[in-house]
């Protein structure tokens, strides 16, 4: 494989003139960064990535941080990789998926540095370890959702309006007859679950129904989505029979609603409606009937907030934007009269 020296000595220039043709660090004149480059092509030259990222300071990969499960990827999230690797794509940017489990990340021989320039941070939590690390090391930041209560002036963030998206379905359930209403929650610790949770509740008061304690379950740690689902809807469907009906945080918790649905002998709509905060679902072969759901619009989540951190980048200063994407309700066959 041909080297530096060799590309500089056949274009007939100093090895550190090839250097800055390639980092752009220093000026060049057209005609010898044209040579240059012409001579590299033709030995087949390549710089070395990380000795480039090292001169330059920068490595042209943004990151993309999300809490893993033990299942595979929704849609929603699917359909957010497409929305950033585009942005990618179109700008010339690679990207990291980070998914460490918890088991390796407070490992010491896993705890280094990630080879990016910035990155994006998904499902934001009250107290969120990760922005209040990446704000100290003044690591470019984007959120998708709405950051901690003491970042939302500090950094930008995409989000739905998730009250408002939590009001919509609370309204729909409430006007085909139900009362008795069950949320399946995200975990308390994240910021999305408050705003849906205040959203549902504004639908309940207005209608002037009473909330009890235990109509709002927040996912826990330990489960994947499936499984608290199922484990969750079994026992409150065995110990409560005036549900009517499951708003649940995400497709994979709304498929354990199904299977406990299933068990104890409840039809779906007819003796429970289901409804989920997400896009279709990579298991909809297993929903009958077709769930209905809130699209979230994940592929543009997530093209803009890969917008918004490289235009960081480009600036080389801090940006503090907030995008509101909209949401749509997609009514199915498992509500009544949808």
Request: net charge neutral; proline share 4%; glycine share 6%.
């Amino acid at each position: 494989m041909a080297k530096m020296e060799d590309v500089a000595k056949v274009a007939g220039v100093s090895k550190s003139t090839v250097s800055n043709v390639f980092s752009e660090k220093r000026p060049i004149s057209k005609e010898v960064k044209e040579r240059v480059l012409r001579i590299a092509n033709e030995l087949n030259y390549k710089p070395n990535y990380w000795a480039r990222s090292l001169a330059v300071k920068e490595t042209r990969i943004i990151g993309l941080n999300m809490q893993a499960e033990k299942v595979k990827f929704s849609q929603f999230h699917l359909s957010l990789l497409n929305g950033v690797l585009n942005e990618c794509y179109k700008q010339g940017y690679r990207l990291l998926v980070n998914t460490l489990s918890d088991d390796y990340k407070n490992k010491v021989e896993f705890q280094t540095s990630d080879p990016v320039d910035g990155e994006i941070l998904l499902d934001p939590e009250v107290e969120d370890p990760r922005i209040v690390g990446r704000m100290k090391q003044n690591i470019p930041l984007v959120v998708i959702g709405k950051p901690p209560q003491t970042y939302e002036d500090k950094l930008s963030y995409v989000d739905n309006n998730n009250v408002s998206a939590a009001e919509g379905i609370g309204k729909h359930l409430i006007s085909l007859g139900h009362k008795d209403i069950l949320f399946l929650n995200a975990p308390s610790f994240r910021t999305v679950s408050m705003d849906r949770e205040l959203g549902f509740k504004i639908s309940l008061k207005e209608a002037g129904i009473e909330l009890d304690s235990d109509q709002v379950v927040y996912k826990d740690k330990k489960s994947s989505s499936v499984e608290f689902g199922y484990e969750k809807a079994k026992e409150i469907l065995i110990q409560n029979n005036k549900i009517t009906a499951i708003i649940t945080d995400n497709d994979k918790m709304a498929l354990g609603v199904y299977r406990a649905a299933e068990e104890e002998g409840y039809s779906i709509p007819n003796d429970l409606a289901v409804i989920s905060f997400s896009d279709d679902s990579v298991y909809a072969t297993e929903f009958s009937p077709p769930l209905s759901c809130v699209h979230l619009n994940g592929e543009q989540l997530g093209s803009e907030s890969a917008k918004l951190l490289i235009d960081q980048l480009h600036t080389n200063k801090p940006l503090v934007k907030r995008i509101i994407v909209p949401t749509h309700f997609e009514k199915r066959g498992s509500c009544s009269n949808s």
